[in-house]
T-cell receptor, first 117, second 109 residues
Framework: GAGVSQSPSNKVTEKGKDVELRCDPI?????LYWYRQSLGQGLEFLIY????????KSGLPSDRFSAERTGGSVSTLTIQRTQQEDSAVYLC???????????????FGPGTRLTVL | DAKTTQPNSMESNEEEPVHLPCNHS???????IHWYRQLPSQGPEYVIH???SNVNNRMASLAIAEDRKSSTLILHRATLRDAAVYYC??????????FGKGTLLTVNP
């Protein structure tokens, strides 16, 4: 079956512009996560969705970052007024459930590489 | 989240077994031990997980110490495709994965 897909695969933007990154999770997965991986850094958690709600936004680095999920499916991560330090690979993952199931495997998409000039 | 400690890098030869260690001395009784790996230019992928007993699947084996303070991921016959960063992660009821720096595995032909 289809895995997690993300678009675009690459995005180059100028400092100060807004960008939208899209994630299509595996059908039927209620939990969705966004992570970010900066050059030479590990993966850091950004936000978690259970259905359309985001009970944990604690990893969003600033108020320039926001995310939404509609229909319990597609999610969009928006970065406003991009800065050079936002350059990273943004990864989306989904799983059948979130809390209450500590062994639920997370399936990751290929990521969106964002470059802010 | 409880911390894990892994070597920064390891090297192996193709078709030989690889043992990737992970220390987690502050593990709690409800923490599962998960392993993910990240191949170059890809998102992470699940490898295996366990709680107390050793586990086997088609990708690897997980050996868990009796006191659960350490574990070892075993690749029985490394291939070039196994070259990746391997992450050992403790996960209780928390939904998110907390990645450390992992172990970069190099497989020599």
């Amino acid at each position: 079956g289809a895995g997690v897909s993300q678009s675009p695969s690459n995005k180059v933007t100028e400092k100060g512009k807004d960008v939208e990154l899209r994630c299509d999770p595996i059908s039927g997965h209620t939990a969705l996560y966004w992570y970010r991986q900066s050059l030479g850094q590990g993966l850091e958690f950004l936000i978690y969705f259970q259905g359309n709600s985001a009970p944990d936004k604690s990893g969003l680095p600033s108020d320039r970052f926001s995310a939404e999920r509609t229909g319990g499916s597609v999610s969009t991560l928006t970065i406003q007024r991009t800065q050079q330090e936002d350059s990273a690979v943004y990864l989306c993952a989904s799983s059948l459930a979130g809390t209450g199931s500590s062994y639920n495997e997370q399936f990751f998409g290929p990521g969106t590489r964002l470059t802010v000039l | 989240d409880a911390k894990t400690t892994q070597p920064n890098s390891m090297e192996s030869n193709e078709e030989e077994p690889v043992h990737l260690p992970c220390n987690h001395s502050t593990i709690s009784g409800t923490d599962y031990i998960h392993w993910y790996r990240q191949l170059p230019s890809q998102g992470p992928e699940y490898v295996i997980h366990g709680l107390t007993s050793n586990v086997n699947n088609r990708m690897a084996s997980l050996a868990i110490a009796e006191d659960r303070k350490s574990s070892t991921l075993i690749l029985h016959r490394a291939t070039l495709r196994d070259a990746a960063v391997y992450y050992c992660i403790l996960r209780g009821s928390n939904y998110k994965l907390t990645f450390g720096k992992g172990t970069l595995l190099t497989v020599n032909p």
